[in-house]
């Protein structure tokens, strides 16, 4: 029998297609919720080769429902990395001079422990037994593969939207090992607004008689219809009212006239059933509740008596801080708040807003002002750093 796309999905929680390391009981994830997480598996992805001097490393960081196959073909999808136009030879981030290293995040689905992995305590998949991830614990067990890849220090961090999260979480937490750090379309903290999102997406989930209180992988069933709700809503706020508006306008889609029906008529409500019904096969929706509330506990200034500039006091680290005009997500202003923080801190700091219809999603997209700034800003810090150029062919 052929494996169906939603059994590829649930393979690649314990197997995946990617490089893996795992860690033993013995050496646990000590996580926020105050549990030791153990054995763990990481899930990971790697690209270009690590100079002999260890200086060449970058750690990138997905966002909320990547994963570890930023510039390879998706295992399950087929579709190319998510960050293709981003990362590999003579690209921005120049495989030919960097050593990339990607990971799936803990509480994802691709094959870094998550709710869909076998709990060993029971043989069956941890489900909601799996203790809420934060964005620290996800950085943490980063931190443990850089460790096991024998890298002391990272050239830099680059990461968008919850990656950026990581990005400074990371320049919080081990400023030392950090030498470049690059947040991208992202935030210090979640604001309401962004809480108030993942919370309608989880009630989607949960609504779904198919989750089965999270429990509907031992019944071989899945929250699809729930998922690919939650999925659409969370993708209207990727967009911008201009994009929108130029991409689908009011529209038909394949139609010169209203059927006077609830059939998708508008093209835009068909290409937001397709952005549902293609995320299902791919994501566990257990892991979409799992990630989306990592994000809703981010607030790094609160780890610090309530002082942002206190999370970087004193750091070495380089800064590029990117937002876009159009991203009402996480808009200019939550970037201005990072930078200003980190002037507070005395942090070597750049700052790029980027104009553009694009909205939050530009970070994934041929922009090339911000192809330009992500090439300026790296081959800067690595001249600093002092990592040969690329050879040319």
Not at 3 to 28: C, I, M, N, W, Y
Not at 137 to 142: F, G, H, K, N, P
Not at 177 to 201: D, Y
Request: glycine residues 8%; neutral net charge; proline residues 5%.
């Amino acid at each position: 029998m052929v494996p169906t796309q939603k059994a590829l999905s649930q393979l690649e929680a314990d197997a995946p297609h990617s490089l893996v390391v795992r860690f033993g009981a013995d050496r646990p994830l000590k996580m926020d919720a105050g549990v030791d997480l153990g054995p763990l598996q990481i899930a990971y992805q790697t690209y270009g080769t690590l100079n002999p001097a260890k200086s060449n490393a970058i750690l990138i960081c997905h966002a909320l429902t990547g994963d570890q196959h930023v510039a390879s073909t998706h295992p399950i999808t087929g579709k190319p990395g998510w960050w293709e136009v981003m990362i590999g030879p003579g690209k921005p981030i120049d495989t030919d001079r960097y050593f990339v290293i990607a990971s799936n995040v803990v509480g994802g689905c691709m094959g870094t422990t998550g709710p869909a992995s076998t709990n060993p305590a029971t043989g069956r998949a941890f489900g909601l037994d799996l203790p809420l991830v934060t964005i620290r614990d996800m950085v943490r067990a980063q931190a443990m593969l850089i460790d096991h890849l024998g890298i002391e220090s990272l050239f830099a961090v680059i990461g968008g939207s919850m990656g950026g999260m990581q990005v400074l979480q990371w320049a919080a937490s081990y400023p030392a090992r950090v030498f470049a750090a690059m947040p991208i379309a992202t935030a210090a903290k979640h604001s309401s607004q962004n809480i108030a999102f993942h919370e309608v997406g989880r009630q989607a989930v949960m609504a779904d008689p198919e989750w089965r209180q999270g429990r509907y992988l031992d019944a071989g069933v899945s929250p699809t219809k729930g998922l690919a709700v939650a999925r659409m809503a969370a993708h209207i706020t990727y967009l911008s009212q201009e994009a929108l508006q130029r991409k689908f306008g009011r529209k038909f889609q394949d139609r010169a006239a209203p059927t006077f029906s609830f059939d998708a008529d508008f093209q835009i409500e068909n290409y937001l059933r397709y952005q549902g019904t293609s995320f299902v096969d791919r994501f566990d929706a257990n892991s979409y509740l799992y990630v989306t509330r990592a994000c809703d506990y981010f607030d790094l200034a609160e780890d610090y008596g309530g002082s942002l500039a206190a999370a970087f006091k004193g750091t070495k680290t380089r800064f590029c801080v990117v937002s876009f005009d159009s991203d009402w997500l996480y808009p200019t202003s939550a970037s201005r708040a990072i930078v200003h923080a980190l002037n507070a801190a005395a942090a070597s700091v750049s700052f790029v807003e980027i104009n553009t219809d694009r909205g939050h999603d530009a970070f994934l997209l041929n922009v090339p002002e911000f192809f330009a700034t992500t090439r300026g800003f790296l081959d800067a810090a690595a001249r600093a750093r002092g990592i040969a150029p690329a050879a040319k062919g």
